[in-house]
């Protein structure tokens, strides 16, 4: 069976004017136009078989976007190409529309002042949705995702979770094959974000559906994809189980400790209590912050031993972010490798600074 | 086909809808918007307080090419005002909805709005160009209500594409917040009147380079039986809303191409 | 944004109100400057009705030396400057004050001890620089180049016509602020704008000198204030008017003006008091 999505050696480079500011500025842009070539893709091989669901992730500008647009027919490669479902997603655009849909977490394609169910219905039609198909997708969808309450509301009266969870239902009535999911969930509460993932996974197991998800918060990814593709600088530099990311390199952990007072030597208490283990320390305006290895202690341990040293008020545990991850990466000096399926082997373990 | 224009009838509706949430400002709306063409109204009234004939062209006679360019954009008021929004949604990332629905992207954007206040106009654009046939003493032939409608339906076609062509200019510089479309679409109010009084250049613009004059004086000249006019200009509507049409998707396919290869 | 930058500006410096003012109109030059593309347009578009009066009055002057005591050489004057001045006060003054509702950004100015009326006059100046500028380019350009418009009358009619030319500008913003106060109960400033805009070509006498109109419509607008805009003016600037007349024109368009601007004062306070109590 041919992979539902592939990508072969996908280039994306945009060319930028570089103008100087001001009106001399302007002047000299009109008479010699001098442009900069940015690279946003640089050579990515995507392969996912129906019913994946995979997150793609980076940081910030890494290309994730660009990747979805070229992956949607919103761009058109500088190099490369791509095959959704058999067709080829810039050059049959239409025919590829009926067979993908996109949720941007930023922007809802709902109407904006009619109320969701007609928005629901007006998509039905858009896709050509077969009646009987139409009622059986709309009771599924408005039993998993709770739309009851939502239906009659118009979509600027929706809060951003109740917004997001729309849309998801929008994407989902002409019952496509592949979802893309880009930046789904930002600025959506704990619970909600539950509640998404509770619902693409269930999707997934149902109907067979395929599901790239992108995102900048790992967070997001957990129990949800167990196959992460990780983009750095239009690259990639890991394409395997996320489990085993996490296990790798998702070692570093971050207490971040407020303190009752502003005690002067907290930070060498801290040290002191727990030099077995041998963490960093930085002092902040409100506390301090410890960085270790969850691999050497846990982090109930290291909690427990602040407690003990310094007067903590307030603590958080910080979750590890693709940025920490890609920066670990690059310290083991990886090089990307053919991805074998759900098993990546990275060249050079890296070791834990000691 | 059918099922484009059962699409293009439902997204109207939907902008019918929105323009009821708001139905303080959709009057504030239709009120500014009869006034402004009321002002030229006024001007002819007054005009014609002194001057009794413009070289032919009575008041009643220039209240009809009044009526065919008022109706005319009313009508692409309500229905085809989408291409407005055309800068605003390739600025914030609005437009790649567009390419990823199984529509024809011309058609979504053209219904992205429905100024439902156009209503206001093309009901004043009727009841001036009614007014007008009624006390020209014209003969009514049987090809002059056809000729009339489609002239009208020409002229909301011809409106459209000259507005969506310029408005294409935010594929190039999309930051670029010049009101060169309104301009440019502004001067139709130069066929609300006979071309006879203008000078060569404006009736060159005005004819061939944004046909608007095809769409109000030829066919005119026609119905009202101003001069030997040749029956040929029955068509003269319809070369202008062809050729606007061709061009305007010509750009229309430059603009899009620009814009996948380009981003926003 | 302007709200913020005035605050900045401001510096809790307790002195006169000229600098404060004076800073508002620096800042909606330095905007309007970066707008001065799109300015140029919407000033141009303007003067395509100049355009197609020249040719409509060309046309009624073939073969008739005046019409309504009003020459072919002063009729195309007229038709210039009308437009030229109605450019003074464009599109971007009245937006930017009812933006400056719309957006929230009052509340700033709801706690500043600054005559919110003066303020916004202070902006449109900003803006009126620019506008202005450009359409002075216009007015010259097509008038002098292509249409070859008259100068004034004599150096009083010169005098005289700026003199009322600067009136009819603070009558003209007064009145598109009280318009901008609208917005305090309608989302749709656009449409506030256009039926600003229409009823003030009619009664201004831009699209139509007042000497032309039928009679029941130049009684209203001899009485009304928008006269001054335009045709009071250009009646001076033409000497259509002379001795005692010219003094009641000016008396009657002083006279509007210090009704307006008690009556724009009670209406910016009396709007601030309604929202201070219904929350906005």
Known sequence: MPPIVSAKRLVKRFRRPKKAPGLAGAVRHLLRPRHETVTAVDGVDLSIEEGESVAYVGPNGAGKSTTIKLLTG?????????????????????????????????????????????????????????????????????????????????ARQLSLGQRMRCDLGAALIHA??????????????????????????????????????????????????????????????????????????????????????????????????????????ETTGTGLEVTFDSRTVTSGEVIKELALAVPVVDLTLEETSAETIVRRLYEGNLTFQQPVRQSFQPVGDPEPDR | MGRLIRI??????????????????????????????????????????????????????????????????????????????????????????????????????????????????AGLGLVVLIIGLARSELTWHWWSLPLLVITVACGTVLNTSISFLTNMIAFWEPAAQSAFPTMIALMRDFAKFPLDVYGVAIRFVVTVLLPYGLISYYPSRLLLGIGQPPGWWAVTPMIAAVAAVLVTSVVWHRGLNRYQGVGN | MTAVEDVVTRRGRRDTAGPKYLSLARTTLQQAIAYRITTFFNVGLTFIWVIILYYLWRAAYAGRVSIAGLTWDQMRTYVVIAYGINALVGWRTGSAMMATIRTGDIVFEMVRPLNYCTTQIARALGFTAVEGAISLAFTLGIGLLFLDIRPPASLPAALLFGLALIIGFLTKVLIVFLVSLLTFWTLNGMGLMWSQQAIMQILSGTIVPLALMPGWLQVIAQVLPLRGIVSTPLQLYLGTTTGWSVVGLLALQVGWLIALWVLANLAWRRAFRIVEIQGG
């Not at chain 1, 009926?98 to 629901?120: A, C, H, K, M, Y």
């Open chain 1, 74 to 154: 919103i761009l058109v490669p500088s190099a490369g190409t791509v095959d959704v479902c058999g067709v080829r997603p810039h050059i049959d655009r239409q025919a590829n529309a009926r067979n993908i849909s996109v949720v941007f977490g930023q922007r809802t394609q709902l109407w904006w002042d009619i109320p969701v169910i007609e928005s629901f219905r007006l998509l039905g039609d858009i896709y050509a949705v077969p009646a009987a198909d139409y009622r059986q997708t709309m009771d599924e969808l408005v039993d998993v995702l709770d739309l009851g309450p939502l239906l009659g509301v118009p």
């Open chain 1, 176 to 281: 496509p094959r592949v979802l893309f999911l880009d930046e789904p969930t930002i600025g959506l509460d704990v619970a909600v974000k539950a509640r998404l993932r509770e619902f693409v996974g269930r999707m997934r197991t149902r109907r067979g559906l395929t599901v790239l998800l992108t995102s900048h918060d790992l967070g997001d990814i957990e129990e949800l994809c167990p196959r992460m593709i990780m983009l750095d600088e239009g690259r990639i530099v890991y394409d395997g189980a996320f489990d085993e990311v996490t296990r790798r390199f998702g070692w570093e952990q971050k207490v971040v400790v407020t303190l009752a007072d502003d005690t002067a030597d907290a930070a060498g208490r801290a040290g002191a209590a727990l030099a077995r283990v041998g963490p960093r320390i």
């Open chain 2, 8 to 121: 293009f009838f439902r997204l109207q509706l939907v902008q019918l809808r929105s323009a009821m949430e708001y139905r303080a400002d959709f009057w504030i709306g239709a009120v500014g918007a009869i006034l402004q063409q009321l002002v030229s109204i006024v001007f002819l009234l007054t005009f014609f307080g002194h001057i009794s004939s413009l070289g032919g062209w009575s008041l009643w006679r220039i209240l009809v090419l009044q009526g065919i360019v008022m109706t005319a954009d009313g009508i692409r008021e309500m229905f085809a005002d989408g291409v407005w929004k055309l800068r605003a949604d390739v600025n914030d990332g609005s437009f790649d909805r567009v390419l990823v629905r199984p529509v024809p992207p011309a058609l979504q954007q053209v219904t992205a709005l429905a100024s439902i206040h156009g209503i206001g106009n």
